[in-house]
């Protein structure tokens, strides 16, 4: 397809270096990019226009969702970014099975913002910004993951526009293989342009902060994870320490709460635990609507750069994991250390049963290291030498959480049953890998 004939079939916005808006178009919130045009479909035939076009012109192709893809996938230089923005309907479209249908380029704020007045939920991760889409298709570990599983567990169909232009549906009856690969494939296989969620019934929920003090890291956290594998499930929480903006090593550790439902004995009961930890130096946990639980995203200034990376944690890894990142958090050169639990619903699901292989994984473990490119090159090596510690007591990696996209990447991501799964997909629906900014499964 040529430029001209674009310009014929696509009626979404079309802008290229010189228009006004291109600098803000160009760059995700994480990278910066110069493509030679940014595509914003209005709908379904815009997106099938703007797959054609980037594979008849041979160029590399970017979907955009929220854009808060760490390795900034959602830009590139000198190909076509397509920025689903402007698809982001949220619509219950069956009241008794709760059925949702969400645009592509919905955010997960959107979302709880639209479904509150149904009194319905869908468990996603915990920023208002984040891309429905991106989250979706790779996992998504929230505030309730405990009790109903990941974001892409609560996803029933999907409109898929594939490589070669066409639009499929895919559900557990239609294009079951597609629909296989979609709940924790990534990008790898077409554009979701819209998704169906179960959402489930909710209250409002409690949630906040309990801090303690930097002295208690390694107690708090060893009783913290031992208490979260017996805890309700309708308890989620994250545990975070040496924040570099609250006093590095000197932090306190902040484990957050959310409790899923609006009673307070049965919140208290399941929380109180974790307050008897240890000493209690701040707790903020207060009942408010799950709309309010989610946070704004953080948009790094100019120059400032964001480099993360995850690994999951079974059972018997545990305590020597929590050991090494305690004296890591304590050496005055860490990275901002966030430590969330999983298990419940997640591990119900059977790991052949989707993309996402991780089922029985405890925890999450994620580091954040932040500042500009002197800062990142002058922390590398320390970030390194922790991961390599605790490598060998991971079990795969969370692509959300990864800034890089290496071969060890994917193959942390996806075992190898997996993997080879995928790629057995991929060469039914993009057998050139069109779909290749992502972490990529290849034909």
Request: glycine content about 12%; overall charge negative.
């Amino acid at each position: 397809m040529s430029s001209e004939q674009l310009r014929r079939e696509f009626g979404g916005d079309v802008i290229e270096p010189g228009a006004a808006d291109y600098a803000a178009a160009s760059r995700s919130l994480l990278a910066s990019g110069s493509p030679a045009v940014v595509l914003r479909p209005k709908t379904v035939e815009d997106v099938r226009a703007a797959v054609r076009f980037a594979a008849g012109a041979g160029l590399v192709l970017s979907v955009r969702g929220g854009g808060h893809g760490f390795p900034g996938f959602g830009t590139n230089d000198g190909g076509v970014v397509i920025d689903l923005g402007a698809l982001a309907d949220v619509a219950v479209v069956d009241p008794q099975r709760h059925v949702v249908r969400i645009g592509g380029g919905a955010t997960w704020g959107q979302v709880a913002v639209a479904l509150a007045p149904h009194g319905l939920a869908i468990s996603s991760g915990d920023t208002r910004s984040v891309g429905v889409g991106g989250l979706t298709l790779t996992g998504g570990i929230g505030w309730k993951v405990r009790k109903y599983g990941l974001a892409l567990d609560s996803v029933v169909g999907a409109e898929v526009v594939t490589a070669d232009g066409g639009v499929v549906h895919a559900s557990a009856t239609e294009h079951p293989d597609l629909f296989w690969a979609i709940r924790g494939g990534g990008g790898n296989f077409g554009v979701v342009t819209a998704f169906e969620f179960v959402a489930h019934p909710t209250t409002e929920v409690f949630h906040g902060r309990i801090a303690f003090p930097a002295a208690e890291v390694g107690a708090v956290l060893r009783g913290w994870a031992d208490y979260l594998r017996t805890a309700p499930e309708a308890l989620t929480s994250i545990a975070s320490f040496a924040n570099p903006f609250a006093g590095g090593a000197q932090a306190p550790l902040e484990v957050f709460v959310a409790f899923d439902g609006d009673d307070l004995s049965a919140a208290a009961a399941a929380v109180d635990p974790i307050r008897r930890l240890g000493t209690v130096l701040d707790d903020d946990v207060t009942r408010k609507a799950y709309a309010d639980v989610l946070v704004e995203g953080m948009v790094p200034p100019p120059g400032v750069q964001l480099v993360t990376r995850s690994g999951f944690v079974g059972t018997e890894s545990v305590p020597e994991v929590l050991r090494i990142l305690t004296e890591a958090g304590a050496s005055g050169r860490s990275p901002y250390i966030a430590v969330r639990s999983v298990g419940g619903a997640v591990a119900r699901v059977a790991p052949e049963a989707t993309a996402y292989a991780h089922r029985q994984a405890e925890l999450m473990v994620a580091t954040t290291t932040g500042g500009p490119q002197p800062v990142i090159d002058a922390a590398r090596p320390g970030l390194t030498a922790l991961w390599d510690r605790l490598a060998p007591h991971l079990d795969g990696l969370y692509a959300n959480f990864l800034s890089s996209a290496t071969e060890d990447d994917v193959a942390g991501i996806y075992p190898a049953e997996t993997y080879e799964r995928l790629a057995a997909v991929k060469r039914s629906y993009d057998p050139e890998n069109l779909f290749s900014r992502n972490h990529n499964v290849r034909p």
